[in-house]
């Protein structure tokens, strides 16, 4: 027996409904709750066929038996046939890049044709790369999705946005290009090939690379005529439309101490979403003892957050990872805060594990407050941190922990050594993890 838990809020907007109960027997892409009448949200399906357990009011759990590790070749409840937006609602499909905005409401108002669809096909964050994987393996699936968001956007005109270093990645998809797909007949599709730094994923900072537009830290990619949707995304769209295969199923990489496989990368594809972290890591070749690894974390090194052996995969994770245990830091810590990465309450988190007492805080001169979070003035261009690093001495730090993107952390370190202070940055311990070099003084490639 294995236990799947879904969480009734997987996105942003309201939390979705059960319409289910214990003892309930469903099937794989049943819908197990609906969308929320009257606000935005999303309806959510079972990925796997079991009986439900409980229901409560955070959360679904179902008990089902045998599960395969991945779930391409399973069959599941197809939805019913209809308009490809009215498809997209119904299969609960949201922004599969971390935000996890529903994507029907994205797409609902066209761009119109000066528009530009723009696939985020960057893998932004250091070691995730299950997206990079789907488009060397499958590239014509992302591209169909790229097609039915073109028309749903009005538009004929499309950007492939990718780091250049991802060669194989990019033939596979010129070589699809070549081809005769659906749907692509009268469409402009460029590829962009982006530069080798973080955080070049990020909305804006696509926007700014493949439009020459650098949008208001309040705008979204629409003030510049576009949508920006990642490349799962857009392939969970191609099975929504073409399929008719709601969102039951996820893409994510596993990686940092496993017991099988120490310091390998590995991703999964199609692997049901409500799966507990501990399922997935058995598969993956196990953890070493708790005391052997520093923390689980779900999502990317930058902006991926602590979690448990018992939570669940969701809609929005990309990723597990088991990193290296945390060092002994001097007693006295400066946290300098990037908005493209780690938050505050973060990194008193990997602080707390440093063993440090944060002795002062200082935000990025470029982080401004956007409602209850920040956005950066212009992601991954950093005027110089010098300041910042000198108020942190000032206030007894002996060392200085750090979030930044690869040019802000550059800056960090042309000025933190001379004036004695150590830097810790928070990808530190899941780069270890994977034997990968240390966010430091980077030079693009």
């Known amino acids: 027996m294995e236990i799947f838990t879904y969480p009734l809020h997987q996105s942003i907007g309201a939390p979705s409904v059960p319409v289910v109960d214990v003892g309930d027997e469903v099937k794989r892409g049943q819908m197990i709750a609906e969308e929320p009448i009257g606000k935005l949200g999303c309806p959510m399906y079972a990925s796997v066929t079991g009986r439900v357990t ?4 955070e959360a679904i759990t179902i008990e089902a038996d045998g599960v395969p590790e991945t779930m391409a070749d399973m069959p599941y409840v197809k939805l019913a046939p209809g308009a490809p937006l009215d498809m997209i609602r119904a299969a609960g499909l949201v922004g599969l890049g971390g935000a996890g905005f529903p994507v029907a409401v994205k797409y609902a108002k066209p761009l119109g044709p000066t528009g530009t669809v723009i696939m985020n096909a960057a893998e932004c964050e250091p070691i995730l790369s299950h997206n990079i994987e789907a488009l060397e393996l499958h590239p014509k699936k992302a591209l169909r999705g790229l097609a039915i968001a073109m028309d749903l956007a009005g538009t004929t005109h499309g950007i492939i946005a990718i780091k250049g270093i991802h060669t194989k990645a990019i033939a596979a998809l010129e070589s699809a290009l070549a081809g005769n797909l659906p749907g692509m007949t009268g469409k402009e599709i460029k590829i ?54 709601p969102l039951i199923d996820k893409d994510l990489t596993v990686a940092g101490k496993l017991a099988q496989h120490m310091g390998e990368i590995l991703t999964y594809h199609d692997v049901p979403i409500g799966r507990s972290v501990d399922a997935m890591l058995a598969l993956a070749g196990g953890t070493m003892a708790a005391d052997s690894y520093g923390e689980l974390l779900m999502g990317g090194p930058f902006t991926g957050h602590r979690t448990t052996p018992r939570a669940p995969i969701v809609k929005t994770t990309g990723g597990i990872l088991v990193t290296e245990c945390f060092p002994k830091a001097p007693a006295k810590l400066g946290l300098l805060v990037c908005a493209c990465s780690a938050s505050e309450a973060r990194m008193k ?86 034997n990968q070099k240390l966010i430091r003084k980077i030079h693009a490639t």
């Open 54 to 57: 409980a229901v409560t009011a």
């Open 349 to 434: 988190e990997f602080a707390a594990s440093l063993g440090s007492n944060v002795v002062g805080i200082e935000y990025c001169k470029q982080a401004l407050p956007v409602k209850a979070a920040r956005k950066c003035l212009n992601p991954g261009i950093c005027p110089g941190q010098v300041a910042k690093i000198l108020a942190l001495k000032k206030a007894g730090a002996e060392a200085v922990l750090i979030g930044n993107c690869t040019d802000c952390t550059n800056t960090v370190m042309t000025c933190a050594p001379a004036l004695g202070l150590p830097v810790y940055h928070v990808t530190d311990q899941a780069l270890r993890a994977v």
């Open 192 to 245: 962009h090939k982006l530069k080798n730094i973080y955080p070049v994923g990020e909305e804006r900072a696509i926007v700014r690379e493949c439009l020459g537009t650098l949008l208001a830290v309040t705008d979204l990619p629409s003030a510049a005529g576009a949508i920006v949707s990642n490349v799962e995304t857009l392939t969970r769209m191609h099975e929504a439309v073409d399929l008719g295969k």
